[in-house]
């Protein structure tokens, strides 16, 4: 039987960083790369795909972008990301928190939001560049509404400040914001899960429960909310940290059983189906009911509405029956890039997020058309993954350095995400 | 060249003034597939109205993107007007505009029932969700406000019409657009009223070529072209969801 928990024994190769703190603690000659480390791949290839999927979704108008998973079913790749994150997450503070503990492991958790932060501000001022540089050069009147986007630029003290409070959030930089917050909360979160990992998962049920019925909501600048609500994404990252500390061991039985299975299929399909109503309205809209239709949409991303996260399950279900931990594609060349790229997320996402401006910058000065969205998505790709590999490249050679003892780790990674 | 020509057509068009039955004042070239002119829905009262030979009162709220600057002649509403004329012959079709730029769903929604008051339409149609998406209303917000107002219309017995957003491509990932479409959507499709899908019909102008919606020209001429495909697609979408060929024929 195949479980995601149970998976994870060796440890994480190019969070080494992470795991080798703990190692020291623990065991006294540190820096031990385990021959036989076991990398629970899985994750890794999921992240990667998560990753290149955000990246295709944030091209404006794709085509490629129909292969993405938000076109087939409620969900998309932010709930595999969020998901995953949490997972790796607790898993890899979550030893440090046993092995060295709370204060430690939160001391760690912090060095990676203020990374995580500062990465957040890097994209920032790079949006910042790209909508001067729009508001200085095009000014046509069909738009001139539409310019209003570029209004907070007549006041960019307020701008700034609100942006580096994360109160003041552009489109396509939602997630860092929210990460930020899960992340600054996860010595917390550890905390309970050590003392009850259940009660842990069930308090955060709750939380998610009381967001949607009080409505609350963080606020934004210069008005709305968060596009992603931290209390109600917080499930899918504390649900994630609750199956890496043994929630999806213990769930294995439910996991293998043949009616779990049929449920997720039912529900996939069904979801495929509303997908396809919505996505063709005119030539399927008809065989959607009204009822359902009023009942149903629209499906809420903001609070993470409960049919994303219920298809979220479903998918997750059924890919953990049918991909084994062992499957053996997952060390095959062809796979790589994606592991790769699940490996160093956040380097790479935010890679994606600024390949996804500079796409949009291609397509709108030199040209555009299908052909074009297909070369920026493949290219994209490209060098998604040549990155990722460079940076593997250089943790491995900084490692084998480190391990003879020639330079002092000068390697700032604290942890896996 | 195309673009040489069809301003020239235009020019001619509104230098003949609007009484001119100016048959080619729309350029050719923006014709928008079926399937996006398609709607469940029904404006019954436009149809009443027309069948019964009263005039046919059509109210236009709108933000700034339902005008040109200086140019409101040109502007979609104005084209509506104009081609209703044409294809209505002998009924007569009055149209204001009332321009709300700068306010959100909700701020207009709040007015919509004194404008029906004061002006009596048959239809009002109401385009919106811009200003909303830039200054990043909560979508659920925003959404609540449509239907509220979109409520008080049909409790004030009038047909409405949805225009949704623009599509702009330049600002495209500046802005959050698809959750106000959705929501858009959405409440036309509770209250069962027709959505004029303005952002797929540009879009698919600008994918095929039609017009280069990333154009950063500061002239006029291209927002007066894409208004009058607008106004023109706006009036064949009344006039087949009203049924009003039919009507005609009667």
Not at chain 1, 294 to 321: E, G, Q, S
Not at chain 2, 41 to 67: E, I, M
Request: proline share 5%; net charge neutral.
């Amino acid at each position: 039987m195949t479980s995601i928990a149970d998976t994870i024994n060796g440890r994480p190769r190019a969070e080494s960083t992470a795991v080798r703190d703990v190692a020291e603690t623990t065991a006294a000659p540190a820096i031990t790369l385990p021959a036989v480390s076991e990398r629970e791949l899985r994750l890794d290839l999921f992240r990667g795909l998560a990753l290149w999927l955000i990246f295709l979704d944030h091209l404006p108008n794709n085509i490629v972008a129909w292969l993405t998973i938000r076109n087939y079913g409620f969900s998309d790749a932010t709930e595999i990301f969020i998901f995953i994150s949490g997972y790796t997450a607790a898993f890899v503070y979550g030893r440090a928190m046993l092995q060295s503990g709370f204060v430690i492991a939160s001391a760690r958790i912090l060095r990676r939001v203020w990374q995580i932060y500062v990465a957040h501000v890097f994209l920032f001022t790079i949006f910042l560049a790209e909508i001067s540089y729009v508001a200085t050069r095009f000014e046509n009147p069909l738009y001139s509404e539409e310019m209003g986007i570029m209004d907070f630029l007549k006041q960019p003290d307020v701008a700034i400040i609100q942006a580096l409070i994360l109160r003041f959030r552009p489109v396509n930089l939602d997630v860092l914001p929210l990460y930020i917050v899960l992340m600054l909360f996860l010595p917390l979160i550890l905390w309970l899960m050590k003392w009850k990992t259940d009660v842990t998962l069930v308090l955060s049920a709750s939380l998610y429960a009381l967001t949607w019925y009080f409505d609350w909501y963080l606020s934004a600048y210069p008005n709305g909310v968060w596009f992603f609500n931290p209390f109600a994404w917080q499930l899918l990252f504390v649900f994630g940290a609750w199956c890496a500390l043994g929630g999806a061991r213990r769930m294995s039985r439910i996991l293998s059983s043949q009616v779990t299975l049929w449920i997720c299929i039912a529900y996939l399909a069904f979801a495929f189906c509303v997908a396809m109503t919505w996505n063709f309205p005119t030539q399927l809209g008809f065989l959607m009911p009204k009822w359902l239709e009023n009942w149903m949409y629209p499906v809420n991303k903001t609070d993470l509405d409960v049919l994303r996260f219920a298809h979220f399950l479903a998918l997750a279900a059924i890919t953990v029956r049918f991909l084994p931990r062992d499957w053996p594609p997952l060390k095959s060349i062809w796979l790589r890039p994606l592991i790769l790229c699940g490996q160093h997320s956040l380097e790479i996402f935010c890679l994606g997020v600024f390949l996804a401006f500079a796409g949009h910058f291609v397509l709108a000065e030199v040209a555009g058309g299908p052909v074009m969205h297909v070369v920026i998505s493949l290219a994209g790709i490209l060098i998604m993954s040549g990155m990722a590999w460079v940076i593997s490249w250089y943790k491995r050679s900084a490692d084998k350095d480190a391990k003879k003892g020639a330079v002092g780790n000068a390697d700032m990674a604290g942890g896996s995400l | 060249m195309r673009a040489a020509i069809l301003s020239l057509i235009l020019l001619t068009g509104l230098l003949a003034g609007p009484p001119a039955r100016a048959e080619e004042t729309p350029p050719p070239a923006c014709d928008v597939p079926a399937s996006l002119l398609n709607s469940d829905s029904t404006l019954a009262k436009v149809a009443a109205a027309v069948k019964s030979g009263k005039p046919l009162n059509v109210l236009v709220v709108g933000s700034r993107s339902s005008t040109i600057a200086s140019q409101e002649a040109s502007a979609y509403p104005a084209r509506l007007l104009e081609m209703l004329k044409e294809k209505l012959g002998p009924v007569p079709v009055n149209l204001s505009v009332e321009i709300q730029s700068g306010k959100t769903a909700e701020e207009v929604a709040a007015t919509l029932v004194k404008l029906v008051e004061a002006k009596n339409p048959t239809l009002v149609i109401w385009q919106t969700g811009t200003y909303d998406a830039i200054r990043g209303i909560d979508p659920d917000d925003f959404r609540s406000a449509v239907d509220e107002g979109v409520a008080a219309l049909q409790k004030a017995g009038v047909d409405v019409v949805l225009v949704n957003l623009q599509y702009s491509p330049r600002t495209e990932t500046m802005t959050s657009v698809p959750p106000y479409l959705d929501n858009m959507r959405v409440v036309a499709q509770q209250h069962d009223i027709p959505l004029f899908d303005r952002f797929a019909i540009m879009r698919h102008w600008n994918d095929s070529g039609d017009f280069d919606l990333f154009s950063a020209t500061h002239g006029v001429e291209l927002a007066k072209r894409v208004h009058a495909c607008l106004g023109r697609a706006l009036t064949k979408f009344v006039i087949d969801t009203a049924h009003l060929d039919q009507a005609q024929q009667n």
